[in-house]
């Protein structure tokens, strides 16, 4: 389970870095928790669960952050 973790983390940065709206990225950590995750626990719902909160978590306190920063550095 670790590599199809690492692949959705590896397949996110490559958004990320198309998109470039720090979307993905806020994912690319939850994703590197679940790769984590996989070494304490074998149970495939609470890892997603971990992933989807942890990413939406990031996303609604953190992401608007990082955009008010880089609107900064842009200005």
């Known amino acids: 389970m670790i590599w ?3 692949g959705v983390v590896i397949s996110l940065i490559l958004i990320e870095f198309i998109s470039k709206n720090a979307s993905a ?6 994703g590197i928790i679940s790769c984590i995750m996989t070494y304490f626990t074998d149970i495939y719902l609470l890892q997603l669960a971990e992933f989807l909160g942890v990413g939406l978590l990031l996303i609604i306190f953190v992401r608007p952050r990082i955009l008010k920063r880089l609107e900064v550095k842009k200005s």
């Open 25 to 30: 990225g806020c994912f690319v950590l939850s």
């Open 4 to 6: 199809i973790w690492f």
